[in-house]
């Protein structure tokens, strides 16, 4: 019977549960179940921001400030107006609280008779006066709706005690008849004392003021919504026209305000320096046109009178369309940071996400849509919550990848340059670029004449071990470890990567590498015949550096003048009885005080001398200044200078380095170089 290929969905089935099994792998259940917690978290905070305390000031400030930027600026409104107790007020009855209620009923009985639409009163008579029989009458003589102010202990503690509140309601039992009735003056504010949103109001309140004042609910009996504050067009216009209320009680003066009282609402209220102040979305800022930080309780509800007055209700984003966005945020921090990309790519991306979450609520209060509640700061931390979270586990499984990467590609490429290729696979391009670099060639002095002598077992043995060392000392100095010819190194600094202190880790590694041979004739087996020094050359200038070869076979190299002259550096150590030969061009950007001047040659093959110093970290740096003058003052045409070098020579009898340089000095006069044969 012949066989039948499985369904498409048993393949996309076997395809994810292969998928979940390599991830899971990868970065082993701790891990994994680490990344969901914290994408779960991640998405939590996106949604639910404005009830996290550590979070929320942040949300606040934030829709304050998007508050406070788009309030409709407006021109004076002639449907509202405030009469208020001054400070000025205080000082002239001598009253403070209680206020002056002898001065209230005279002002309504002309607000009165000037015909406005309603009269709202902010002031809660809790405690008693003398005057209160002429108020009361007052109250219950009132054509105009006149709606007094009423408070409970139960909704609003930190404005009235038990026994006001008795009091305040026996006061209203007496005054509240005909078209004088309570109304509720309780405003909400958030956990940082602002108010921002219409207050909720118990069933057993009287009716809302504003809503009292207007005569209709118009839905905003129910409404939590934001307040919409105002802003003025003008600073002299303010939103609302505001009169001291000395000017009604006494009738010459109030006749003339008739036309601002007609068929208006009038509030009133006090405005005191100290007393009934309100932070609102314009504190933080200021209002955006006067500059004012707090507003009076009365101001307040003018404003959201005005806003039942326009039945301005902003659209309200649903509950199911945040939590589509906290999705939405969750899956862009995920996707942003398994992007493989170059990293002003990645850059940018973060950059326009980041703007578009800060930006979005701005613009969406611009369209008069209702952002209180919006987690726009919880947006920010929940996409970077789930980049950080995505990243490193991107990380644990890409640094597996790339040591698998790594280790293939360091069969036939330095390490360096191994890592630099995974960063970017464009470099594995056969290309060549100029760079300066420090170049540094080694030799094992004798080592031919010693593969002679020995067997071909022993000789790969000594040198396989030689190259291990050596190359052990390029890489812990940064270095490129170019190629193995024979018995040299090839190595070099400032490619691919380039740092501030190659020149440094150059020299250092040269003397090292010297070290390094050193202690490898030391420790050769018994009986293998003495092995030679190991010499090098360092120099720094121009070469060509890139990957070279053929689509089969690359190589990651240097070539160029400046390698040839290191090459050479390193075979003039034989000739001038050094180990270590460094050049003007390196020894000066090396950044170290360890060298001794070794002369001015000319190398084989080369027209242009070249001045070359010799590392000697055991000489006092006194000794070696004296050494430098000696010389400089040798390529001046000072004849007495190889006489004061004489001494020495005799003090570092040892040294033939120190010898080959007087007889070099000897032989040349001033401004000559000693040309090699």
């Known amino acids: ?76 409104d002639e449907r509202i107006v405030m009469v208020v107790y001054t400070d000025q007020t205080l000082r002239d ?72 509140q008795e009091f305040l309601e026996a006061y209203l039992a007496e005054a509240a008849t005909g078209n004088s009735v309570p109304t509720s003056i309780r405003l909400e504010t958030d956990s940082d004392n602002v108010v921002r949103r219409w207050p909720e109001q118990p069933a057993e309140l009287p009716p809302f003021f504003s809503i009292a004042l207007a005569g209709e609910a118009r839905g905003f009996d129910s409404y939590r919504g934001p307040i919409i504050f105002r802003a003025p067009e003008a600073v002299d216009r303010p939103v609302f026209a505001k009169f001291p209320i000395d000017l009604f009680a006494d009738p010459a003066t109030a006749e003339f305000l008739a036309d601002q009282i007609a068929g208006r609402h009038v509030l009133i209220g006090g405005d005191f320096v100290d007393f009934d102040q309100f932070d609102t979305p314009f504190t933080r800022t200021g209002d955006p046109v006067t500059g004012v930080t707090t507003m009076i309780g009365l101001e307040v509800h003018a404003h959201m009178l005005a806003q039942l007055l326009d039945n301005a209700k902003p659209a309200t984003i649903p509950g199911w369309v945040l939590w589509l966005a906290a999705l939405l945020v969750v899956i862009a921090g995920a996707l942003t940071a398994l992007v493989n990309a170059r990293a002003w790519v990645i850059a940018l991306l973060l950059i326009f996400q980041l703007a578009l979450l800060v930006a979005l609520p701005f613009w969406l209060e611009s369209m008069n849509v209702h952002t209180l509640g919006l987690p726009s700061f919880g947006w920010a931390i929940g996409w970077l919550m789930t980049y950080a979270s995505v990243s490193a586990s991107a990380r644990v499984i890409g640094s597996k990848q790339r040591a698998f990467a ?89 490619a691919p990567i380039s740092y501030a202190d190659d020149g440094e880790r150059a020299a250092r590694a040269a003397y090292a590498m010297y070290e390094a041979g050193e202690a490898f004739r030391k420790s050769a087996p018994p009986g293998t015949p003495p092995i030679g020094r190991t010499r090098v050359g360092m120099h720094f200038g121009e070469a060509i550096v890139g990957n070279f070869g053929g689509e089969g076979r690359i190589q990651y190299t240097a070539f160029g003048d400046s390698m040839n002259t290191a090459a050479r550096l390193e075979a003039a150590n034989k000739a001038l009885d050094t180990t270590v030969l460094v050049s003007r061009e ?45 010389v400089t003052a040798h390529a001046k045409g000072d004849g007495d200078a190889v006489s004061r070098l004489t001494d020495i ?29």
Not at 52 to 74: G, H, K, T
Not at 650 to 671: F, I, P, V
Request: hydrophobic share 40%.
């Open 586 to 630: 390196a020894a000066e950007r090396s950044g170290l005080d360890w060298y001794r001047p070794m002369g001015t040659i000319t190398l084989r093959g080369r027209s242009t001398p070249v001045e070359v110093y010799e590392p000697v970290p055991e000489w006092e740096p006194q000794e070696r200044a004296v050494l430098a003058n000696i």
């Open 649 to 677: 020579v005799a003090k570092w009898s040892e040294d033939n380095a120190l010898s080959n340089l007087k007889q070099r000095l000897q032989a040349t006069g001033k401004g000559e170089s000693y040309v090699l044969g």
């Open 93 to 164: 009855t001598g009253q403070r609280s209680p206020v002056d209620r002898t001065i209230l009923a005279k002002a309504l009985q002309n607000i009165d008779a000037m015909q406005p639409k309603s009269i709202g009163i902010d002031i809660l008579f809790d405690q008693p006066q003398d005057d209160d029989p002429l108020l009361q009458e007052t109250f219950q003589t009132m054509h105009t709706p006149t709606h007094i102010a009423y408070a409970s202990v139960d909704t609003n503690a930190e404005a009235i005690r038990f026994e006001q």
């Open 1 to 76: 019977m012949a066989s039948q290929s499985a369904p498409p969905s048993a393949n996309q089935a076997s395809t994810v549960d292969r998928t979940a099994r390599q991830l899971l792998s990868q970065l082993g259940p701790i891990r994994l179940l680490a990344t969901i917690i914290f994408l779960a978290l991640a998405m939590l905070i996106a949604r639910f921001a404005w009830d996290i305390p550590l979070l929320r000031d942040a949300e606040s400030a934030l829709y304050d400030i998007r508050a406070a930027n788009f309030a409709p600026r407006v021109p004076q």
């Open 406 to 494: 790594q280790g293939a590609l360091g069969k036939y490429l330095p390490k360096s340059v191994a890592s630099e290729i995974l960063k970017d696979p464009e470099k594995l391009a056969l290309h060549g670029e100029k760079r300066e670099i420090f170049c540094v060639f080694t030799d094992l002095e004798g080592f031919t004449k010693l593969s002679h002598a020995i067997e071909p077992e022993m000789v790969a043995q000594l040198l396989n071990d030689y190259l291990d060392r050596l190359a052990a000392v390029v890489l812990e100095y940064g270095g490129t470890l170019d190629k193995f010819v024979g018995d040299a190194v090839v190595a070099f600094w400032g």
